[in-house]
């Protein structure tokens, strides 16, 4: 079952900043974060790993909640070149090890106007 | 270093044709994927294999054969393609070391392939 992803949509000017979640019924090893140009490959932002970690990647960082199976990612002071479509993917906690379904989520559009 | 190649870019179709779509990867990963992206519905994994010579089912198999033919090769075949399955195909490979469990997963995509069933 793929992960819940919120908002679906958001619109913002350049500067403002962003949250977007995604949530699992399942229990989680880890949560990856991608990005999507239009037209393009979903490229790799940053992986959390069970431990309820953050980390950051420039103005953008995120977090992971395992005990209740959510992620955040957080972009502050956005710029134009934020804009795309942003996927949380998820690995199942198996024998306190993850294993290789990785499933994403349906998707937040940001987009960014000047 | 050419990462993930997937072939062809875009192909049309006949309902009822069949055809196998091609994924290779160069960076010695262990697990390669599987994707079809549709609009509103997000990257959906339809088969994934997490080492040469084994294959699961993802979320929606149906319709669809994989062969892990080599550690590097991971092919997507569509037996008698229909309509529904028009869709932008997407392979992706990972690493995972069981013996790190701190090892980054990050999966690398290849540039996709467009199909299109008439």
């Known amino acids: 079952q793929q992960p819940v992803q919120s908002p679906q949509a958001v619109i913002l000017r350049e500067g403002e900043d962003a949250v977007i979640n995604c949530s699992s019924s399942?229990?989680?090893?880890?949560v990856h974060w991608y990005r999507q140009k239009h037209g393009e490959a979903p490229v790799f932002l940053m992986i959390?790993?069970?431990?309820?970690e953050q980390k950051g990647h420039e103005k953008i960082s995120a977090s992971f909640n395992e005990k209740k199976q959510q992620s955040s990612l957080y972009l502050t002071a956005s710029q134009l070149s934020y804009s795309g479509t942003y996927f949380c993917g998820t690995e199942p906690l198996i024998s306190n090890f993850g294993n290789e379904k990785l499933t994403f989520g349906t998707g937040t559009r940001l987009t960014i106007i000047p | 270093n050419a990462g993930v190649t997937q072939t062809p870019k875009f192909q049309v179709l006949k309902t009822g044709q069949s055809m196998t779509l091609q994924c290779a990867q160069d960076m010695n990963h262990n697990s390669m994927y599987w994707y079809r992206q549709d609009p509103g519905m997000g990257l959906r994994l339809i088969y994934y294999s997490a080492s040469e010579g084994t294959t699961d089912k993802g979320e929606v198999p149906n319709g669809y054969n994989v062969s892990r033919l080599n550690k590097r090769e991971f092919s997507l075949r569509l037996e008698s393609a229909a309509p529904s399955q028009t869709s932008v195909y997407f392979c992706a490979s990972s690493e995972k070391d069981r013996a790190n469990v701190t090892r980054n997963t990050e999966a690398f995509f290849g540039q996709g392939t467009r199909l299109t069933v008439v």
């Open positions: 959390l790993l069970k431990g309820g």
């Open positions: 399942k229990a989680l090893y880890s």
